[in-house]
C-alpha cells in the first residue's frame, strides 16, 4: 500500500505565500520524479512543477520565478514554496511521485489535492 499525502494549502491574501508539502509512504522501493499539478474551477489540470530523484526541475513558464519545487529524498517528500501569489493561482495543488514498489512495475500516485485560495 501507497499514500500520498499534501498538506499546507489554505486562504491566502494576494502577495503572500504558501509552502505545500507531499509525503509518500508505505512499501516503497524507489521513487524517480515528484512533481504538482493544479485544477481551477472550470479548468483542466495544468503542470505546476516537477523535480526528480537527482534534483533536476522542470517548470510551467508562467510560474517561473514565483514557484520552487524542493525535495527531501530521506522523507520521500517535496515542497512547493509559493511567492508573490495571484487570485490566478487559486485552485486544487495536487501531487504526484512516480515510484516502484516492491516488487511491482513504476506507477504514478496521486494525492487527494489541497485547497489554495489566493484572495484580491
Known amino acids: ?29 524507489s521513487i524517480n520524479t515528484m512533481g504538482w499539478y493544479r485544477q481551477a474551477p ?21 510560474l517561473k520565478g514565483r514557484f520552487t519545487i524542493s525535495r ?3 522523507k520521500n517528500t517535496v515542497y512547493l514554496q509559493m511567492n508573490t501569489l495571484k487570485p490566478e493561482d487559486t485552485a486544487v495543488y495536487y501531487c504526484y511521485a512516480n515510484l516502484r514498489r516492491l516488487g511491482a512495475t513504476w506507477y504514478n500516485y496521486w494525492g487527494q489535492g489541497t485547497q489554495v485560495t489566493v484572495s484580491s
Open 1 to 29: 500500500q501507497v499514500q500520498v499525502v499534501e498538506s499546507g494549502g489554505g486562504l491566502v491574501q494576494a502577495g503572500g505565500s504558501l509552502r505545500l508539502s507531499c509525503a509518500a509512504s508505505g512499501s516503497i522501493a
Open 42 to 62: 472550470g479548468k483542466q489540470r495544468e503542470l505546476v512543477a516537477t523535480i526528480t530523484s537527482d534534483g533536476t526541475t522542470n517548470y510551467a513558464d508562467s
Open 72 to 74: 527531501d529524498n530521506a
